[in-house]
């Protein structure tokens, strides 16, 4: 045998194989809208079943047991949304007619759902809160579901199943999915038009594009900008900008109007947030400054070593620029964009990440399964033992993220899940008494919402605990509801002398957490009030960051440090009495 006939042979061997390992028909057969026809083979891809049920069980788990992480939710979502359905419930500042900053139109979707659910379960309110938890949870299902369908038609079922188990698992996923929040609104936009895009459905792709920005945040016009961008290059033009066009004015009209409906003047909500906060209209700083390295610290915490994979992504894809670029670097590109843009805002807070939480979960599976093509010999068809460790690496990579995950998960849900579960235990105390008055000190940030508040507590009330901050005031039908402008309301979260009750001793009902600090806690006087419900509350301050923030089996009870939460009842009279005896 000749010299010239071996290398042609060799060369006739190998010639299948791209540069990054992927034989190239396979590639162009994936590329396909359908990858394979009907999808029983390896080309086809996943099919929807498997995604949308292990989806669904995961996010219906979040919708019964997520925590309500942020205050915001609560005052800015949940309860205009009560108020819409039950007339009653607390404002802030931003749903004051004078300056309008929350769009009606973002709640009125949500009252689709919450409407009939309120008919349907009556005085059982808190059933209509979750019922909007899991059509949430729904939502991400949905989204979700088409993103890991693309991927697979496009770049093969393992890595599609990675991503499935990331989305699945991951407590960043697991938490901002069933978040009544329009960043997790954005999340959703964003995870179903990356999968429009990876389905070479261009119109499609920026339609959603515009309704994610409109509907859900307008600031995540960033998280947006590459897919839109290169949908209007890769599909026919006129088509994919006129749908995106359309679909802007449309929700644009449907926002003014419903602005104009619920504030009772004619307000563009979309444009006095844009305004608040990009063209200097307002002092976003007010509530809170973190240091540049906040996002990092938040997306470990969330994401532990995938979010440092997803941070790689940029420098595997000249290794594999074949398989990735450009399309899925055009999908994975906005987690740089938005790190980069919102590190540099001295304003920070964990649900600003949440619009690219899944594509951290695509951009770190993507690095997981190219890991062993850096070990593969182009010029060869034999696997290197490198590359077979590699390979052999990959399932025990994923496993490690997916075990710190539940994890962190598993310690958010026991260590901070005490408020919700107190205030559920309202309903077992109608002794109290028709008109009682419900009293919050300190604990105001993790009021879960007014769907937890029964028929026999008259009003909720603040007691004064330190803080100088502006709180939420009751929605006041007498100066017009929704439309109303009340006098006590500023921007510049300045307290106001009303917000606080003068007399504690009109408290009936009172939730405290008391963290057994030398300084006395109301609960402690015991001729005064009786424990109805404590649970244990985690320390955050007296505790390990290691064990707090994830849960370490035999360990996380002993190096955690925990305090009660409880809900507290007004002695009687009598009972008074006999408490003296």
């Given at each position: 045998m000749?010299?010239?006939?071996?290398?042609q042979?060799r060369?006739?061997?190998?010639?299948?194989?791209?540069?990054?390992?992927y034989a190239k028909?396979a590639?162009d057969?994936?590329?396909?809208?359908?990858g394979g026809?009907d999808?029983?083979g390896?080309?086809?891809?996943i099919k929807?079943?498997?995604?949308f049920?292990a989806?669904g069980?995961?996010?219906?788990?979040s919708a019964?047991s997520?925590?309500?992480h942020?205050?915001d939710?609560?005052f800015?979502?949940w309860?205009?949304?009560?108020f819409?359905?039950?007339?009653?419930?607390?404002q802030?500042w931003?749903?004051?007619s004078?300056?309008?900053l929350?769009s009606?139109?973002?709640?009125?979707?949500?009252?689709?759902?919450?409407?009939?659910?309120?008919?349907?379960?009556?005085?059982?309110?808190?059933?209509?809160?979750?019922?909007v938890?899991?059509?949430?949870?729904?939502?991400?299902?949905?989204?979700?579901?088409?993103?890991?369908?693309?991927?697979?038609?496009?770049y093969?079922?393992r890595?599609?199943?990675?991503?499935?188990?990331?989305?699945?698992?991951?407590?960043?996923?697991f938490?901002?999915?069933?978040?009544?929040?329009?960043?997790s609104?954005s999340m959703y936009?964003?995870t179903?038009?990356s999968?429009?895009f990876?389905?070479?459905?261009?119109?499609?792709?920026?339609?959603?594009?515009?309704?994610g920005?409109?509907?859900g945040w307008?600031?995540?016009?960033?998280?947006f900008?590459?897919v839109?961008?290169?949908?209007?290059?890769?599909g026919?033009?006129g088509?994919v900008?006129l749908?995106?066009f359309?679909?802007s004015?449309?929700l644009?009209?449907?926002s003014?109007?419903a602005?104009y409906?619920?504030?009772g003047?004619w307000?563009?909500?979309?444009?006095n947030?844009?305004k608040?906060?990009v063209?200097g209209?307002?002092?976003?700083?007010?509530?809170?400054?973190?240091g540049?390295?906040?996002?990092?610290?938040?997306?470990?915490?969330?994401?532990?070593f995938a979010?440092?994979?997803?941070?790689?992504?940029l420098?595997?894809?000249p290794?594999?620029?074949?398989?990735?670029?450009p399309?899925?670097l055009?999908?994975?590109s906005?987690v740089?964009?938005?790190?980069a843009?919102m590190?540099?805002?001295?304003?920070?807070?964990?649900r600003?990440?949440?619009?690219?939480y899944t594509?951290?979960?695509?951009?770190?599976a993507s690095?997981i399964?190219?890991?062993?093509?850096?070990?593969?010999?182009k010029?060869?068809?034999?696997?290197?033992?490198?590359?077979k460790?590699?390979?052999?690496l990959?399932?025990l990579?994923l496993g490690?993220i997916?075990c710190?995950?539940?994890?962190?998960?598993f310690?958010?849900l026991?260590?901070?899940?005490?408020?919700?579960q107190?205030y559920?235990?309202?309903e077992?105390?109608?002794?109290s008494?028709p008109?009682s008055?419900?009293?919050v000190?300190?604990e105001?940030?993790?009021y879960?919402s007014s769907?937890?508040?029964?028929?026999?507590i008259?009003?909720?009330?603040?007691?004064?605990?330190?803080?100088?901050g502006?709180?939420?005031?009751?929605?006041n039908?007498?100066?017009g509801g929704?439309t109303?402008?009340?006098?006590?309301?500023n921007?510049k979260?300045?307290?106001?002398?009303?917000?606080?009750?003068?007399?504690i001793?009109?408290c009936?009902?009172?939730v405290?957490l008391?963290l057994?600090?030398?300084y006395?806690?109301r609960?402690?006087?015991?001729t005064t009030w009786?424990?109805?419900?404590?649970l244990?509350?985690l320390?955050?301050?007296l505790s390990?960051?290691?064990y707090?923030?994830?849960?370490?089996?035999?360990?996380w009870?002993?190096?955690?440090?925990?305090g009660?939460y409880?809900?507290?009842?007004?002695?009687?009279?009598?009972q008074?009495?006999?408490?003296?005896?």
């Open positions: 000749s010299l010239s006939s071996a290398r042979r060369a006739t061997a190998a010639s299948p194989l791209t540069d990054d390992g028909d590639k057969r994936g590329r396909r809208p359908g026809g999808g029983d390896e080309d086809g891809g929807w079943f498997l995604p049920l989806l069980l995961l996010r219906h788990m019964s997520n925590l309500i942020d205050c939710e609560v800015n979502y309860e205009p949304l009560h819409l359905l039950y007339r009653s419930g607390f802030t931003e749903y004051s004078d300056f309008a929350r009606y139109l973002y709640l009125s979707i949500h009252a689709l759902v919450a409407g009939p659910a309120s008919l349907i379960f009556g005085e059982h309110k808190i059933r209509v809160f979750y019922s938890r899991i059509f949430l949870g729904l939502i991400s299902t949905v989204t979700e579901t088409v993103l890991v369908v693309a991927l697979s038609r496009r093969g079922k890595l599609a199943c990675y991503v499935l188990a990331m989305l699945c698992l991951s407590s960043g996923c938490f901002a999915s069933t978040s009544f929040l329009p960043s609104f936009a964003v179903l038009s999968g429009l990876l389905l070479e459905k261009y119109a499609a792709a920026v339609s959603v594009a515009a309704a920005v409109i509907l307008p600031f995540s016009i960033l998280v900008l590459p839109t961008v290169y949908s209007l290059i890769r026919p033009f088509r900008f749908s995106g359309l679909t004015v449309s644009l009209v449907l003014f109007l602005d409906h619920c504030y003047r307000t563009f909500s979309v444009f947030l844009l608040y906060n063209l209209g307002g002092e976003s700083h007010l509530y809170g400054t973190e540049p390295s906040f996002y990092f610290r938040n997306g470990f915490n969330n994401f532990n979010f440092i994979l997803a941070l790689l992504f420098g595997v894809v290794f594999a620029r074949k398989k990735y670029a399309d899925l055009m999908v994975v906005p740089y964009i938005w790190l843009f590190s540099l805002q001295a304003h920070k807070e964990e600003f990440l949440y619009p690219i594509l951290i979960c695509v951009a770190a690095v399964d190219i890991f062993p093509d850096f070990f593969h010999d010029y060869s068809s034999d696997q290197s033992i490198f590359e460790i590699a390979k052999g990959r399932p990579i490690f997916l710190a995950s539940h994890s962190r998960t310690s958010m026991n260590g901070y899940g005490a408020p919700l107190i559920q235990h309202l077992y105390h109608e002794d008494g008109g008055i419900l009293c000190g300190s105001w940030h993790r879960p769907f937890f508040i029964p028929s026999y008259s009003e909720v009330r603040w007691i004064d605990d330190g803080f100088r502006l709180l939420p005031f009751p929605f039908e007498t100066l929704t109303a402008a009340p006098a006590y309301f921007n979260n300045k307290a106001s002398e009303e917000q606080y009750l003068k007399d001793g009109a009936t009902l009172l405290e008391d057994r600090r030398p006395p806690s609960g402690n006087d015991l009786e424990a109805l419900a404590a244990p509350f320390d955050r301050e390990s960051a290691l707090r923030s994830f849960f370490v089996p035999y360990r009870q002993e190096n955690n440090v925990f009660l409880k809900l507290l009842r007004r002695l009687r009279a009598d008074h009495k006999s408490t003296d005896v």
